[in-house]
């Protein structure tokens, strides 16, 4: 699904041109709920932070960062395999 100069997500037929698009897309096909794309939304643009200026990385808003991460994962795990077992 992703690789570099953006996102191709098959099943829609859709280029996605960052990734924080890839989200804003899921949550437009039913594939996310909207809850989900609202906990989801910006932890991508941490990990710009992370790559390209780590240097001056907060570390207490790295921690938070990774405890909202850790928090909503699994719900988007579960979300994905939903949508995924719904497909076939």
């Known amino acids: 699904?992703?690789?570099?100069?953006?996102?191709?997500?098959k099943s829609?037929?859709?280029r996605i041109g960052t990734l924080p698009d890839s989200p804003r897309l899921l949550k437009e096909k039913d594939?996310?709920?909207?809850?989900?794309?609202?906990?989801?939304?910006?932890?991508g643009g941490f990990r710009n932070v992370l790559v390209h200026e780590y240097i001056r990385v907060d570390i207490s808003?790295?921690?938070?960062?990774?405890?909202?991460?850790f928090d909503t994962f699994p719900?988007?795990?579960?979300?994905?395999?939903?949508?995924?077992?719904?497909?076939?």
């Open 12 to 14: 829609f037929y859709r």
């Open 31 to 43: 594939v996310m709920s909207p809850p989900l794309y609202q906990k989801l939304k910006g932890l």
């Open 75 to 88: 719900a988007f795990s579960s979300e994905i395999r939903e949508w995924l077992k719904n497909e076939r």
């Open 1 to 9: 699904m992703l690789g570099n100069g953006g996102a191709y997500v």
């Open 61 to 69: 808003l790295l921690s938070s960062s990774l405890t909202r991460a």
